[in-house]
């Protein structure tokens, strides 16, 4: 009876420690493991050992942080050169990217791929927009400056804003960004509507100057091929007529009136910039918020913050880098959290993550 009961109890104890659901996995420790390693090219070996300083304390302080429950934590540094001359600061990254468990029938399996992730960044802001060099294009219907979705707003001494993103297989995630920042500054500026206003007006004109000039060269061509088929039909007067007014008549008048037509979208979008330029001071003092015109590909329409797929307009801001501190410096930090917020397990892990980072430690490490 005795071996019986112990034979019971062995195989029921063994049917609960196969089985595996979501429950489990929540609860399931992960282990710490070091990922592939990240890019030092360019950087140098004086510059490289600083900044690994950096780095391994952001690993130490997430270690004594975070417990992994349900996934594996991979982590590693990523180091890169200052890249132009309008860029004096050093770019270098720790980076963790959790990977989930998952049930295979009754066991505990290992995801290889995962779209959550954590990236504290030195100098750069992850995921997002350059702020060192000028914004260029050659296109008149560009906005003309790089711009952001979302106004910074300033929550508990940091710049914090929430965002949809893409993660990848058609699934739309989060993603969570922190600007930490030196005497509540931010490393751009805002541009203002009458600086918009101003750079579209010029790119208009001058788009438009590049359009004549286009046309100008295609009525050369057009009479360089004009002699050579009068050459060519010298001694056959019929078809030198008929190719003189189906196609070097035809495609003439063609450009003439598209180049009426070009000349006249341009110089209504022009008309429409120099009426806006003459809303009061105050008005043309604010942050220019656009949305290119559905209904003039030519024009911008000022929008508010809130509403869909906003353009916020942005520019560096040389003067809140201190060119006095060494390169390694983290003149700021941000911190970037990504992931499926629809998902148990990773919602799990994102808030752990959140949890275990130490934004007052981050804060103290600028200027060092």
Known sequence: MKVFISIFFLIMGNA??????EAALLITPGKWLEGMKGSTSGVLAADLAKER????????????????LGVDAHYNGAYYATRSDYQWVNEYSYNLRVLP???SGTTVAKAHETSTSLTIAANVITFGVDVYEPYTDSSPWD????SIRQLPAEKDGLYYHVEETSIGFGRIGQQHTWLITRDGQLPFLLVSKKEFLERKKQKLLKGLEEEKAMASRNAESRETERKLMEKQYSNDPVKLQKYLKNQYEYFKAQDRENLARTEKNFLNAVAKVEELLKMPADELNKP?????????????LFINATDAYPDILIKPNPNYFDRKLPRTSPQ??????VGNHKDPMMIQAMAGLQKAVDFAKLKGMLGK
């Open 332 to 337: 700021f930090i941000s911190v970037v959290i």
């Open 288 to 300: 220019a918020i656009v949305k290119q015109d559905p209904h003039d590909f030519l024009s911008h």
């Open 101 to 103: 468990y998952y049930c």
């Open 16 to 21: 609960y420690a196969q089985e595996c659901n």
């Open 53 to 68: 300083i950096v780095v391994d304390n952001l690993h130490k302080m997430m270690l004594q942080s975070y417990r992994p």
């Open 143 to 146: 906005n003309g400056f790089r």
